[in-house]
């Protein structure tokens, strides 16, 4: 069940599979249930150990940018999956995965481009046309076109210098050129 | 962290309905008046997904200076006054000294506030202590995918912004910065005094001047966002760029120009990031047009896709 658990995070479980994972998890919230107990067990631990990742600065360099081009490739990772004929508590289930889904891209530093929140309202959605770009290395002289931006922000007014701390940790770099 | 996104979502949802009340416009201009008004010193951190990074802040509100020390990472040290940014780097031994092209521009003013509801809803919410203070929080939630929202908590008693999120769609805040103490008063003009002043370090200037760039433009503005200033100025030890930026009233992005063969290397063509700053760097002419803006990847993509060069007629 704690492999299932894991796959579920991932989105990767086929429907069947999700929707028996997902029961387990429904179940684990009432008292007796061993393999419900043990489902939302793994859940916590899974999700707790992404809140940990988030807080570790230990990621290699452009990680969060690597998956972010991984997900771009595949958009409907970030989509709760329809499960078709669902009962009502597990659609709600569903979603819920869906939104820790989001999350999970979120501390990456990615911003998806398919906002959670705006399922409560209507939104004016603007899709992209564009193909997904390619994710590069920040260019050389980052600090330099960042400084020179940051001069013209308007939000300099509400935040004072503050935006001027963005700046690019490359010392070598910086002191070559 | 997961019940806190969902809580997040359902606050925002919530607040739509009572979005853009003369009360929450009155915060804004509140937070905007504190920051021109009050001296202070204050120690706040900086934190994206992949780093923090800690700084002293000191303004003396009377000369309207300010000093940024950056406390690690990269040593800096940058001193703004009313019409000069001076950028100091130890490591290299460099001064980076922008002039102010159009000194009022950056200020926010208050009918530029109330135009901000077009793109964003505004609403109050939950009080929350920071650095000791109690702090009203305000939250901006874009109206579309093009900008990010705004999480801001503002000091109950002086209106001083002591937290700004910068927040995705998702709701996951992907850049913070939060000042871990505040000290109000008491400035005097030598605290805001360059440390490195007067060291026979090299000058950059960077030499803006408003300016027409013949032919340059955008097949197609994004919505919300427009033109605010163009410019020449010098990049690096010196090479000219043209500068021109976007700006919805809140998130600003510039459409850096430069010939190809004044730059040190050619770029590869893509998007970059870094909190919730996004770079997209592709060719347009023989030049080098590189989008650098606080705004969702896609903007800053639009905004470079729809760069083009037309060759002036005449």
Redesign the interface.
């Known amino acids: 069940m704690k492999d299932r658990i894991s796959v579920l995070m991932d989105g990767e479980l086929d429907d069947r599979s999700a929707a028996q994972a997902i029961d387990a998890l429904a179940a684990g919230s009432q008292a007796g249930s061993q393999a419900g107990s043990e489902a939302r067990d793994a859940w916590r631990t899974y999700?707790l150990i992404s809140?940990a990742l988030?807080k570790s600065?230990m990621?290699s360099e452009g990680f969060?940018?690597r998956v972010a081009a991984a997900l771009a490739a595949e958009p409907t990772v970030l989509a709760p999956r329809r499960l078709g004929g669902a009962r009502e508590p597990r659609r709600w289930a569903a979603l819920?995965a869906g939104?820790?889904a989001?999350?999970l891209?979120?501390?990456?530093?990615?911003?998806?481009?398919?906002?959670?929140?705006?399922v409560?309202?209507a939104?004016?959605?603007?899709v992209?046309k564009?193909a997904k770009?390619?994710?590069?290395?920040?260019?050389?002289?980052?600090n330099?076109?960042?400084?020179?931006?940051q001069?013209?922000?308007?939000?300099?007014?509400?935040?004072?210098?503050?935006?001027?701390?963005?700046?690019?940790?490359?010392?070598a770099r910086?002191?070559r050129? | 962290m997961r019940t806190r996104a969902l809580g997040a979502a359902l606050v925002l949802a919530t607040s739509v309905a009572q979005a853009q009340s003369p009360e929450t416009l009155a915060w804004l201009r509140k937070m905007h008046q504190a920051t021109q008004r009050l001296s202070y010193v204050g120690t706040f951190v900086y934190q994206n997904a992949d780093r923090t990074e800690t700084s002293r802040i000191t303004r003396y509100a009377a000369g309207d200076i300010e000093k940024l020390e950056v406390m690690n990472g990269v040593p800096r040290e940058i001193v703004r006054t009313r019409d000069t940014v001076r950028c100091y780097l130890p490591d290299s031994r460099v001064v980076k000294v922008d002039r102010r092209v159009d000194r009022d521009f950056p200020a926010l003013l208050p009918e530029q506030i109330s135009a901000l509801a077009r793109h964003y809803d505004i609403s109050l919410a939950e009080t929350q202590r920071i650095a000791g203070l109690d702090c009203q929080t305000v939250v901006l939630q874009p109206k579309d995918n093009l900008r990010y929202g705004y999480r801001l908590y503002a000091d109950v008693k002086s209106g001083m912004l002591m937290r700004a999120d910068t927040v995705d769609a998702a709701g996951k805040s992907v850049e913070t910065l939060m000042f871990t103490q505040f000290t109000p008063g008491n400035v005097t003009p030598d605290m805001v005094r360059p440390r490195h002043e007067g060291k026979k370090w090299r000058i950059e200037d960077a030499g803006a001047a408003p300016a027409h760039l013949a032919g340059w433009g955008l097949a197609s503005e994004l919505p919300g966002f427009h033109k605010v200033t163009e410019l020449k100025r010098r990049l690096g030890e010196s090479r000219p760029v043209g500068q021109m930026v976007f700006s919805d009233g809140l998130a600003a992005v510039s459409v850096f120009i430069e010939p190809l063969e004044s730059r040190p290397d050619r770029a590869a063509t893509g998007l970059a990031s870094m909190g919730a700053i996004n770079i997209y760097t592709r060719e347009v002419a023989n030049h080098m047009i590189t989008v650098v803006g606080e705004a969702p990847a896609v903007s800053v993509q639009r905004i470079a896709d729809a760069v083009e060069f037309r060759r002036p007629t005449q």
Request: hydrophobic share 45%; no cysteine; glycine share 8%.
């Open positions: 999700h809140d988030g600065r990621l969060g940018e819920a939104v820790a989001v999350s891209v979120g501390w990456l530093g990615f911003a998806p481009q398919q906002p959670a929140v705006q409560a309202k939104p004016t959605p603007v992209p564009e770009p390619a994710v590069v290395a920040l260019p050389s002289g980052t330099d076109y960042l400084l020179a931006h001069a013209f922000s308007p939000r300099m007014s509400l935040v004072g210098m503050a935006p001027y701390v963005r700046t690019v940790s490359e010392p910086e002191a050129r």
